[in-house]
Protein backbone atom coordinates (compact mmCIF):
# COMPACT_ATOMS: atom_id res chain seq x y z
CA UNK A 1 0.00 0.00 0.00
CA UNK A 2 1.32 3.19 -0.66
CA UNK A 3 2.72 5.60 2.03
CA UNK A 4 0.34 8.87 2.08
CA UNK A 5 2.63 11.56 2.45
CA UNK A 6 1.01 14.81 3.67
CA UNK A 7 1.88 18.08 3.94
CA UNK A 8 3.00 19.24 6.90
CA UNK A 9 1.68 22.52 6.99
CA UNK A 10 -1.98 21.87 5.95
CA UNK A 11 -4.19 25.03 5.82
CA UNK A 12 -6.99 24.75 8.57
CA UNK A 13 -9.89 22.80 7.51
CA UNK A 14 -12.75 21.67 9.00
CA UNK A 15 -12.81 17.91 8.58
CA UNK A 16 -16.03 17.71 6.87
CA UNK A 17 -14.54 20.52 4.78
CA UNK A 18 -11.76 18.55 3.90
CA UNK A 19 -13.71 15.37 3.67
CA UNK A 20 -15.59 17.32 0.58
CA UNK A 21 -12.30 19.13 -0.63
CA UNK A 22 -9.54 16.32 -0.64
CA UNK A 23 -12.02 13.96 -0.89
CA UNK A 24 -14.77 14.77 -3.29
CA UNK A 25 -16.01 11.80 -5.40
CA UNK A 26 -15.60 8.42 -4.73
CA UNK A 27 -15.56 7.94 -1.25
CA UNK A 28 -18.45 10.30 -0.67
CA UNK A 29 -20.51 8.61 -3.13
CA UNK A 30 -19.92 5.54 -1.89
CA UNK A 31 -20.57 6.60 1.74
CA UNK A 32 -23.70 8.57 1.20
CA UNK A 33 -25.44 5.88 -1.20
CA UNK A 34 -24.97 2.22 1.04
CA UNK A 35 -25.53 4.10 4.26
CA UNK A 36 -27.76 1.51 3.76
CA UNK A 37 -25.86 -1.63 2.44
CA UNK A 38 -24.48 -2.13 6.32
CA UNK A 39 -21.81 -4.56 4.67
CA UNK A 40 -20.06 -2.72 2.39
CA UNK A 41 -19.44 -0.42 4.57
CA UNK A 42 -18.35 -3.24 7.75
CA UNK A 43 -16.13 -4.51 4.59
CA UNK A 44 -14.63 -1.01 3.78
CA UNK A 45 -13.96 -0.29 6.89
CA UNK A 46 -12.31 -3.88 8.11
CA UNK A 47 -9.95 -3.30 4.59
CA UNK A 48 -9.11 0.52 5.58
CA UNK A 49 -8.40 -1.10 9.01
CA UNK A 50 -6.12 -4.13 7.94
CA UNK A 51 -3.95 -1.34 5.87
CA UNK A 52 -3.65 0.80 8.89
CA UNK A 53 -1.85 -1.84 10.77
CA UNK A 54 0.44 -2.71 7.87
CA UNK A 55 1.88 0.84 7.98
CA UNK A 56 5.39 0.70 9.13
CA UNK A 57 5.65 4.57 9.03
CA UNK A 58 3.91 5.60 12.36
CA UNK A 59 4.51 9.23 11.05
CA UNK A 60 2.27 9.22 8.45
CA UNK A 61 -0.83 8.98 10.58
CA UNK A 62 -0.03 11.86 11.96
CA UNK A 63 -3.11 13.19 10.67
CA UNK A 64 -5.22 9.91 11.24
CA UNK A 65 -8.75 11.14 10.19
CA UNK A 66 -7.34 12.40 6.45
CA UNK A 67 -5.00 8.99 6.46
CA UNK A 68 -8.44 6.94 7.24
CA UNK A 69 -10.16 9.40 4.62
CA UNK A 70 -7.41 8.59 2.05
CA UNK A 71 -7.19 5.02 2.37
CA UNK A 72 -10.43 4.69 2.35
CA UNK A 73 -11.13 7.08 -0.62
CA UNK A 74 -8.19 4.67 -2.71
CA UNK A 75 -9.90 1.48 -1.49
CA UNK A 76 -13.50 2.91 -3.25
CA UNK A 77 -11.95 3.54 -6.11
CA UNK A 78 -10.09 -0.02 -6.43
CA UNK A 79 -13.74 -1.59 -5.25
CA UNK A 80 -15.77 0.65 -8.55
CA UNK A 81 -12.30 -0.59 -10.87
CA UNK A 82 -13.15 -4.39 -9.61
CA UNK A 83 -17.39 -3.79 -9.79
CA UNK A 84 -16.64 -2.27 -13.32
CA UNK A 85 -14.77 -5.88 -14.22
CA UNK A 86 -17.32 -8.02 -12.81
CA UNK A 87 -20.31 -6.03 -14.27
CA UNK A 88 -18.90 -7.52 -17.89
CA UNK A 89 -19.09 -11.01 -16.53
CA UNK A 90 -22.07 -12.42 -15.82
CA UNK A 91 -22.42 -13.66 -11.84
CA UNK A 92 -24.69 -15.99 -10.80
CA UNK A 93 -24.41 -15.54 -6.92
CA UNK A 94 -25.65 -11.72 -7.46
CA UNK A 95 -28.95 -10.90 -7.11
CA UNK A 96 -31.64 -10.90 -9.57
CA UNK A 97 -31.25 -8.23 -12.11
CA UNK A 98 -34.93 -6.76 -11.09
CA UNK A 99 -33.76 -6.64 -7.52
CA UNK A 100 -30.63 -4.53 -8.32
CA UNK A 101 -32.82 -2.01 -10.53
CA UNK A 102 -34.94 -1.38 -7.21
CA UNK A 103 -31.68 -0.05 -5.23
CA UNK A 104 -30.78 2.33 -7.76
CA UNK A 105 -32.08 5.79 -7.34
CA UNK A 106 -34.16 7.16 -10.03
CA UNK A 107 -32.44 10.52 -10.62
CA UNK A 108 -29.43 10.02 -9.38
CA UNK A 109 -27.83 11.97 -5.86
CA UNK A 110 -30.97 14.14 -5.91
CA UNK A 111 -33.96 11.55 -4.99
CA UNK A 112 -31.38 9.75 -2.35
CA UNK A 113 -30.27 13.40 -0.98
CA UNK A 114 -33.78 13.78 -0.46
CA UNK A 115 -34.95 10.38 1.56
CA UNK A 116 -31.30 10.76 3.61
CA UNK A 117 -32.96 14.33 4.23
CA UNK A 118 -36.32 12.82 5.54
CA UNK A 119 -34.38 10.77 7.33
CA UNK A 120 -32.42 12.62 9.48
CA UNK A 121 -34.99 15.15 9.96
CA UNK A 122 -37.12 12.58 11.77
CA UNK A 123 -33.99 11.35 13.60
CA UNK A 124 -33.22 15.06 14.25
CA UNK A 125 -36.69 15.08 16.14
CA UNK A 126 -35.91 12.55 18.71
CA UNK A 127 -32.97 14.98 20.21
CA UNK A 128 -33.54 16.99 23.07
CA UNK A 129 -34.07 20.64 22.20
CA UNK A 130 -30.80 22.25 22.50
CA UNK A 131 -28.60 18.99 21.61
CA UNK A 132 -30.18 18.61 17.97
CA UNK A 133 -29.82 22.78 17.97
CA UNK A 134 -26.46 22.66 19.09
CA UNK A 135 -26.20 20.05 15.58
CA UNK A 136 -27.95 21.77 13.08
CA UNK A 137 -25.76 25.42 14.07
CA UNK A 138 -22.77 23.23 13.65
CA UNK A 139 -22.95 21.29 10.54
CA UNK A 140 -25.95 22.99 8.63
CA UNK A 141 -25.03 26.78 9.60
CA UNK A 142 -21.57 25.96 10.25
CA UNK A 143 -21.35 28.41 13.43
CA UNK A 144 -18.28 28.09 15.45
CA UNK A 145 -18.49 26.19 19.11
CA UNK A 146 -18.69 29.78 20.76
CA UNK A 147 -21.09 30.93 18.57
CA UNK A 148 -23.75 27.85 19.65
CA UNK A 149 -22.70 28.32 23.14
CA UNK A 150 -23.80 32.27 23.13
CA UNK A 151 -26.72 31.14 21.03
CA UNK A 152 -27.93 28.13 23.58
CA UNK A 153 -27.07 29.84 26.57
CA UNK A 154 -24.65 27.38 27.75
CA UNK A 155 -20.44 26.66 27.94
CA UNK A 156 -18.70 26.03 24.60
CA UNK A 157 -17.96 22.86 25.99
CA UNK A 158 -21.53 22.10 26.76
CA UNK A 159 -22.14 22.89 22.87
CA UNK A 160 -19.49 20.35 21.96
CA UNK A 161 -20.87 17.71 23.97
CA UNK A 162 -24.35 18.28 22.62
CA UNK A 163 -22.98 18.10 19.18
CA UNK A 164 -21.06 14.48 19.97
CA UNK A 165 -24.01 13.03 21.84
CA UNK A 166 -26.55 14.21 18.85
CA UNK A 167 -24.12 13.02 16.69
CA UNK A 168 -23.68 9.73 18.26
CA UNK A 169 -27.57 9.31 18.26
CA UNK A 170 -28.18 10.00 14.48
CA UNK A 171 -25.49 7.30 13.90
CA UNK A 172 -27.14 4.43 15.80
CA UNK A 173 -30.43 5.57 14.77
CA UNK A 174 -29.23 5.64 10.93
CA UNK A 175 -27.54 2.79 11.05
CA UNK A 176 -30.89 0.92 12.62
CA UNK A 177 -32.92 2.02 10.11
CA UNK A 178 -31.14 0.64 7.56
CA UNK B 1 -28.23 -7.60 16.66
CA UNK B 2 -29.00 -8.72 20.57
CA UNK B 3 -28.98 -5.53 22.41
CA UNK B 4 -25.50 -6.52 24.01
CA UNK B 5 -24.04 -5.95 20.76
CA UNK B 6 -26.05 -2.55 20.31
CA UNK B 7 -24.99 -1.45 23.38
CA UNK B 8 -21.36 -1.37 22.40
CA UNK B 9 -22.53 -0.68 19.02
CA UNK B 10 -23.54 2.55 21.14
CA UNK B 11 -21.05 3.18 23.43
CA UNK B 12 -18.56 3.40 20.21
CA UNK B 13 -20.52 5.99 18.45
CA UNK B 14 -20.04 7.92 21.30
CA UNK B 15 -16.90 7.82 21.43
CA UNK B 16 -16.30 8.61 17.73
CA UNK B 17 -18.50 11.36 18.07
CA UNK B 18 -15.83 12.61 19.93
CA UNK B 19 -13.27 12.36 18.35
CA UNK B 20 -15.06 13.92 15.12
CA UNK B 21 -15.85 16.30 17.00
CA UNK B 22 -12.36 16.94 18.45
CA UNK B 23 -10.77 16.47 15.33
CA UNK B 24 -13.36 18.89 13.23
CA UNK B 25 -12.87 21.69 15.67
CA UNK B 26 -9.21 21.87 14.60
CA UNK B 27 -5.79 20.88 14.13
CA UNK B 28 -5.11 18.32 16.84
CA UNK B 29 -2.06 17.98 19.07
CA UNK B 30 0.63 15.50 18.22
CA UNK B 31 -0.71 13.22 21.30
CA UNK B 32 -4.36 13.63 20.88
CA UNK B 33 -3.40 12.47 17.17
CA UNK B 34 -1.63 9.57 17.84
CA UNK B 35 -4.60 8.74 20.21
CA UNK B 36 -6.87 8.57 17.88
CA UNK B 37 -4.52 7.08 15.42
CA UNK B 38 -4.34 4.06 18.14
CA UNK B 39 -7.97 4.31 18.55
CA UNK B 40 -8.78 3.56 15.11
CA UNK B 41 -6.35 0.67 15.30
CA UNK B 42 -8.13 -1.11 17.91
CA UNK B 43 -10.66 -2.18 15.88
CA UNK B 44 -12.21 -1.58 12.31
CA UNK B 45 -15.63 -1.08 14.07
CA UNK B 46 -13.97 2.16 14.95
CA UNK B 47 -13.58 2.83 11.82
CA UNK B 48 -17.14 1.85 10.58
CA UNK B 49 -18.49 3.64 13.31
CA UNK B 50 -15.94 7.33 12.79
CA UNK B 51 -17.41 6.80 9.44
CA UNK B 52 -21.10 6.51 9.87
CA UNK B 53 -20.34 9.78 11.90
CA UNK B 54 -19.19 11.50 9.38
CA UNK B 55 -21.83 10.77 7.12
CA UNK B 56 -24.67 12.03 9.73
CA UNK B 57 -22.45 15.73 9.45
CA UNK B 58 -22.40 15.34 5.77
CA UNK B 59 -26.04 14.93 5.56
CA UNK B 60 -27.24 18.12 7.90
CA UNK B 61 -24.35 19.84 5.34
CA UNK B 62 -27.03 18.58 2.62
CA UNK B 63 -30.08 19.70 4.06
CA UNK B 64 -28.55 23.33 4.87
CA UNK B 65 -30.65 24.57 2.04
CA UNK B 66 -34.20 23.66 3.71
CA UNK B 67 -35.63 26.58 5.47
CA UNK B 68 -36.22 24.29 8.35
CA UNK B 69 -32.66 24.61 9.00
CA UNK B 70 -32.43 28.36 8.98
CA UNK B 71 -30.87 29.99 11.69
CA UNK B 72 -34.40 31.37 13.00
CA UNK B 73 -35.78 28.45 12.67
CA UNK B 74 -33.46 26.24 14.51
CA UNK B 75 -32.85 28.60 17.24
CA UNK B 76 -37.30 28.87 17.63
CA UNK B 77 -36.71 25.02 18.04
CA UNK B 78 -34.48 25.26 20.55
CA UNK B 79 -35.91 27.35 23.11
CA UNK B 80 -39.47 25.50 22.80
CA UNK B 81 -40.24 24.96 26.58
CA UNK B 82 -42.72 22.16 26.63
CA UNK B 83 -42.51 20.02 29.37
CA UNK B 84 -41.76 16.57 27.56
CA UNK B 85 -39.63 14.12 28.93
CA UNK B 86 -36.11 13.35 27.25
CA UNK B 87 -34.94 11.06 25.79
CA UNK B 88 -32.07 9.03 27.08
CA UNK B 89 -29.07 7.17 24.91
CA UNK B 90 -30.68 3.78 26.13
CA UNK B 91 -34.10 4.72 26.97
CA UNK B 92 -35.59 1.09 28.25
CA UNK B 93 -39.19 0.37 29.78
CA UNK B 94 -39.39 2.75 33.19
CA UNK B 95 -42.62 2.84 34.90
CA UNK B 96 -42.45 4.64 38.19
CA UNK B 97 -44.39 4.41 40.61
CA UNK B 98 -44.67 6.94 43.09
CA UNK B 99 -45.94 7.18 46.31
CA UNK B 100 -45.30 10.08 48.97
CA UNK B 101 -44.67 8.70 52.96
CA UNK B 102 -48.30 9.49 53.71
CA UNK B 103 -49.73 6.98 50.98
CA UNK B 104 -51.54 10.00 49.25
CA UNK B 105 -51.50 10.93 46.05
CA UNK B 106 -52.92 13.95 43.40
CA UNK B 107 -52.09 13.66 40.34
CA UNK B 108 -52.86 17.61 39.19
CA UNK B 109 -51.36 16.19 35.56
CA UNK B 110 -50.55 13.18 34.37
CA UNK B 111 -48.66 12.67 31.04
CA UNK B 112 -47.64 9.78 28.95
CA UNK B 113 -44.88 9.70 25.95
CA UNK B 114 -44.73 6.74 24.27
CA UNK B 115 -41.83 6.31 22.26
CA UNK B 116 -42.57 3.75 19.59
CA UNK B 117 -40.41 0.78 18.68
CA UNK B 118 -38.60 1.61 21.71
CA UNK B 119 -40.72 0.72 24.39
CA UNK B 120 -40.03 4.07 26.70
CA UNK B 121 -42.72 4.07 28.88
CA UNK B 122 -43.03 6.64 31.70
CA UNK B 123 -45.41 9.04 33.44
CA UNK B 124 -44.97 11.93 35.71
CA UNK B 125 -46.85 13.36 38.53
CA UNK B 126 -47.50 16.87 39.79
CA UNK B 127 -48.02 17.31 42.98
CA UNK B 128 -49.96 19.99 44.30
CA UNK B 129 -48.44 21.21 47.47
CA UNK B 130 -50.48 22.41 50.81
CA UNK B 131 -51.01 25.56 48.84
CA UNK B 132 -53.83 26.93 47.37
CA UNK B 133 -53.90 26.53 43.66
CA UNK B 134 -53.78 30.36 42.60
CA UNK B 135 -50.83 30.79 43.73
CA UNK B 136 -49.17 27.01 42.25
CA UNK B 137 -46.41 28.97 40.76
CA UNK B 138 -44.76 26.80 43.39
CA UNK B 139 -44.99 23.35 42.90
CA UNK B 140 -43.06 20.22 44.10
CA UNK B 141 -42.08 17.55 41.69
CA UNK B 142 -40.94 14.00 42.41
CA UNK B 143 -38.87 11.85 40.15
CA UNK B 144 -37.83 8.32 41.54
CA UNK B 145 -36.26 5.29 40.22
CA UNK B 146 -36.63 1.56 41.33
CA UNK B 147 -33.95 -0.70 41.54
CA UNK B 148 -32.40 -0.69 38.45
CA UNK B 149 -34.61 1.90 36.63
CA UNK B 150 -33.19 5.01 35.36
CA UNK B 151 -34.70 8.20 34.23
CA UNK B 152 -33.99 11.34 32.23
CA UNK B 153 -36.28 13.87 32.67
CA UNK B 154 -36.13 17.95 30.97
CA UNK B 155 -36.87 20.09 33.39
CA UNK B 156 -39.35 23.18 33.46
CA UNK B 157 -36.16 25.33 32.67
CA UNK B 158 -34.73 23.36 30.26
CA UNK B 159 -32.27 21.67 33.38
CA UNK B 160 -32.18 18.30 32.51
CA UNK B 161 -32.41 15.78 35.37
CA UNK B 162 -30.64 12.40 35.24
CA UNK B 163 -31.67 9.87 38.07
CA UNK B 164 -29.59 6.75 38.88
CA UNK B 165 -30.58 3.56 40.08
CA UNK B 166 -32.93 3.65 43.42
CA UNK B 167 -32.91 7.15 43.68
CA UNK B 168 -35.40 9.76 44.23
CA UNK B 169 -35.45 13.47 44.17
CA UNK B 170 -37.96 16.09 44.32
CA UNK B 171 -38.04 19.66 42.53
CA UNK B 172 -39.24 22.57 43.48
CA UNK B 173 -39.24 25.88 41.30
CA UNK B 174 -40.14 29.33 42.54
CA UNK B 175 -39.57 33.07 41.26
CA UNK B 176 -36.48 33.07 43.32
CA UNK B 177 -34.79 30.05 43.53
CA UNK B 178 -34.55 26.26 41.90
CA UNK B 179 -34.29 23.90 44.80
CA UNK B 180 -33.83 19.94 44.08
CA UNK B 181 -33.66 17.93 47.18
CA UNK B 182 -31.94 14.54 46.55
CA UNK B 183 -33.65 12.17 48.73
CA UNK B 184 -31.92 8.96 48.17
CA UNK B 185 -29.48 7.65 45.15
CA UNK B 186 -27.34 9.29 43.00
CA UNK B 187 -28.66 12.32 40.20
CA UNK B 188 -26.48 14.22 37.34
CA UNK B 189 -27.61 17.87 36.63
CA UNK B 190 -27.35 19.65 33.68
CA UNK B 191 -28.26 23.04 34.79
CA UNK B 192 -29.53 25.59 32.29
CA UNK B 193 -28.33 29.02 33.36
CA UNK B 194 -30.60 31.76 34.95
CA UNK B 195 -28.91 35.00 36.30
CA UNK B 196 -31.47 35.50 38.69
CA UNK B 197 -32.64 32.27 39.76
CA UNK B 198 -30.06 30.23 41.60
CA UNK B 199 -30.31 25.98 41.21
CA UNK B 200 -29.53 24.45 44.38
CA UNK B 201 -29.74 20.91 45.17
CA UNK B 202 -29.42 19.59 48.73
CA UNK B 203 -28.53 16.41 49.33
CA UNK B 204 -27.89 15.10 52.87
CA UNK B 205 -24.86 16.82 54.53
CA UNK B 206 -24.16 18.98 51.50
CA UNK B 207 -25.14 21.95 49.78
CA UNK B 208 -24.56 22.69 46.11
CA UNK B 209 -25.02 25.67 44.48
CA UNK B 210 -24.68 25.62 40.75
CA UNK B 211 -22.81 28.67 38.76
CA UNK B 212 -24.14 27.30 35.39
CA UNK B 213 -23.12 23.53 35.13
CA UNK B 214 -23.44 20.04 34.75
CA UNK B 215 -22.31 18.00 38.30
CA UNK B 216 -23.29 14.57 39.68
CA UNK B 217 -24.70 14.10 43.37
CA UNK B 218 -24.51 10.90 45.04
CA UNK B 219 -25.59 10.24 48.40
CA UNK B 220 -23.88 7.56 50.40
CA UNK B 221 -24.20 6.59 53.91
CA UNK B 222 -22.39 9.21 56.37
CA UNK B 223 -22.02 11.47 53.03
CA UNK B 224 -22.58 13.05 50.30
CA UNK B 225 -20.58 13.02 47.04
CA UNK B 226 -20.06 16.00 44.92
CA UNK B 227 -18.36 15.71 41.48
CA UNK B 228 -18.19 18.24 38.69
CA UNK B 229 -18.49 17.27 35.27
CA UNK B 230 -18.02 21.18 33.73
CA UNK B 231 -18.64 24.67 35.06
CA UNK B 232 -18.37 25.40 38.69
CA UNK B 233 -20.55 25.09 41.83
CA UNK B 234 -20.27 25.50 45.03
CA UNK B 235 -20.61 23.22 47.56
CA UNK B 236 -21.30 23.95 51.29
CA UNK B 237 -21.93 21.83 54.87
CA UNK B 238 -25.65 21.25 55.78
CA UNK B 239 -25.55 20.99 59.40
CA UNK B 240 -28.23 20.98 62.49
CA UNK B 241 -27.60 24.60 63.01
CA UNK B 242 -29.19 27.25 60.60
CA UNK B 243 -27.94 30.10 62.23
CA UNK B 244 -24.16 28.75 62.19
CA UNK B 245 -22.47 30.87 59.14
CA UNK B 246 -22.10 28.42 56.45
CA UNK B 247 -18.76 27.68 54.32
CA UNK B 248 -18.64 26.60 51.13
CA UNK B 249 -15.82 25.99 48.88
CA UNK B 250 -16.04 26.31 45.16
CA UNK B 251 -15.55 23.39 42.93
CA UNK B 252 -14.45 23.23 38.88
CA UNK B 253 -14.60 20.40 36.38
CA UNK B 254 -13.29 17.28 37.68
CA UNK B 255 -13.26 17.72 40.89
CA UNK B 256 -15.00 16.04 43.59
CA UNK B 257 -15.87 16.61 47.05
CA UNK B 258 -17.12 14.10 49.96
CA UNK B 259 -19.30 16.07 52.84
CA UNK B 260 -20.07 14.35 55.67
CA UNK B 261 -22.10 15.67 58.82
CA UNK B 262 -21.07 19.60 58.49
CA UNK B 263 -17.80 18.88 57.95
CA UNK B 264 -16.65 20.21 54.49
CA UNK B 265 -12.89 18.72 53.69
CA UNK B 266 -10.68 22.32 53.10
CA UNK B 267 -10.41 21.34 49.32
CA UNK B 268 -11.85 18.98 46.54
CA UNK B 269 -9.77 16.24 44.97
CA UNK B 270 -9.48 15.37 41.67
CA UNK B 271 -11.83 12.76 39.85
CA UNK B 272 -12.66 11.26 36.56
CA UNK B 273 -16.31 13.05 36.14
CA UNK B 274 -16.67 11.11 32.85
CA UNK B 275 -16.19 7.60 35.65
CA UNK B 276 -18.32 9.30 37.92
CA UNK B 277 -20.73 9.97 35.50
CA UNK B 278 -20.77 6.46 33.16
CA UNK B 279 -24.11 5.38 34.43
CA UNK B 280 -25.58 7.79 32.59
CA UNK B 281 -24.41 5.20 29.49
CA UNK B 282 -25.61 2.38 31.56
CA UNK B 283 -21.95 1.39 32.12
CA UNK B 284 -19.62 1.43 35.03
CA UNK B 285 -16.21 2.23 34.52
CA UNK B 286 -13.67 1.07 37.05
CA UNK B 287 -9.69 1.84 36.67
CA UNK B 288 -7.83 -0.50 39.64
CA UNK B 289 -10.05 -0.61 42.11
CA UNK B 290 -10.94 -3.52 44.67
CA UNK B 291 -13.25 -6.18 43.36
CA UNK B 292 -15.09 -5.63 46.81
CA UNK B 293 -15.97 -1.85 45.58
CA UNK B 294 -16.61 -3.11 41.92
CA UNK B 295 -19.40 -5.67 43.34
CA UNK B 296 -20.63 -3.07 45.70
CA UNK B 297 -21.60 -0.87 42.24
CA UNK B 298 -22.72 -3.79 40.54
CA UNK B 299 -25.27 -4.22 42.86
CA UNK B 300 -26.92 -1.29 42.67
CA UNK B 301 -28.03 -2.17 39.47
CA UNK B 302 -28.72 -6.22 39.74
CA UNK B 303 -31.72 -8.61 41.01
CA UNK B 304 -29.36 -10.55 42.30
CA UNK B 305 -26.44 -9.88 44.56
CA UNK B 306 -23.08 -10.24 44.09
CA UNK B 307 -21.50 -11.66 47.25
CA UNK B 308 -17.54 -11.99 47.44
CA UNK B 309 -17.15 -15.21 49.72
CA UNK B 310 -13.20 -15.48 49.84
CA UNK B 311 -11.77 -12.72 51.93
CA UNK B 312 -8.71 -12.73 49.55
CA UNK B 313 -10.55 -11.82 46.78
CA UNK B 314 -12.26 -8.44 47.94
CA UNK B 315 -9.29 -6.08 47.51
CA UNK B 316 -8.04 -7.82 44.34
CA UNK B 317 -7.99 -4.69 41.62
CA UNK B 318 -9.73 -4.48 38.49
CA UNK B 319 -10.32 -2.34 35.49
CA UNK B 320 -12.81 -2.08 33.32
CA UNK B 321 -16.09 -0.58 31.57
CA UNK B 322 -19.33 -2.82 32.39
CA UNK B 323 -22.63 -2.56 31.15
CA UNK B 324 -24.45 -2.31 34.05
CA UNK B 325 -27.70 -4.07 32.92
CA UNK B 326 -25.70 -7.08 31.49
CA UNK B 327 -24.68 -9.26 34.43
CA UNK B 328 -23.62 -12.23 32.14
CA UNK B 329 -21.01 -10.50 30.56
CA UNK B 330 -19.60 -9.24 33.93
CA UNK B 331 -19.69 -12.87 35.43
CA UNK B 332 -18.27 -14.03 32.22
CA UNK B 333 -15.48 -11.42 33.24
CA UNK B 334 -14.35 -12.57 36.53
CA UNK B 335 -14.66 -16.56 35.44
CA UNK B 336 -11.95 -15.20 32.83
CA UNK B 337 -9.62 -14.39 35.92
CA UNK B 338 -7.20 -16.64 37.24
CA UNK B 339 -8.66 -18.65 40.38
CA UNK B 340 -12.45 -16.65 40.61
CA UNK B 341 -15.11 -18.90 40.56
CA UNK B 342 -18.98 -17.73 39.87
CA UNK B 343 -21.42 -19.71 41.06
CA UNK B 344 -25.10 -18.67 40.89
CA UNK B 345 -27.37 -19.74 43.54
CA UNK B 346 -31.31 -18.61 43.66
CA UNK B 347 -30.89 -15.26 45.22
CA UNK B 348 -27.14 -14.39 45.06
CA UNK B 349 -24.30 -14.52 42.75
CA UNK B 350 -21.36 -16.17 45.19
CA UNK B 351 -17.37 -14.92 44.13
CA UNK B 352 -14.59 -17.59 45.57
CA UNK B 353 -11.46 -18.42 44.74
CA UNK B 354 -9.93 -21.55 43.75
Known sequence: MACVTMAAAEPKLSLVERLFADHRGALQTFLLRRVRAKADVADLAQEVYLRMLRVSDQDAIRNPVHYLYTVANNLVKEHAVIERRRASSIDIDEAPAHEQLKMLPAFDGDLDAAQRGLRLGTVLQQLRPKCRAAMELRFARDLSYREIAMHLGVSPQMAKKYVAQGLSHCRRRMAQLG | ?354
Open chain 2, 1 to 354: MNSNDEQIRAAIADQASEWFVAHEEGPMDARDSAALAAWFMTSPVHIEEFLGVSVVARGLKEIRTNPEYSLEAILARASDDEARPVQGLWPRVIEAVRKTPSGRWFPATMAMTVVVGLGLLFTWNLRPTGRPAGTAGIATRYFETRHGEQLTQRLADNSVLHLNTDSAVSVRYSKSERLVTLISGQAEFEVAHEANRVFRVHAGYAEVIDIGTEFDVRLEPGSTVVTVVEGRVAVGAQNSNPNQAVRSIELAANQQIRVADGALPAAPVAADAGRTTSWLHRQIAFDHEPLERVAAEYNRYTSKPFVIATQALRTLRISGVFATDDTDAFIAFLRSLKGVRVEMTENRILVSGD
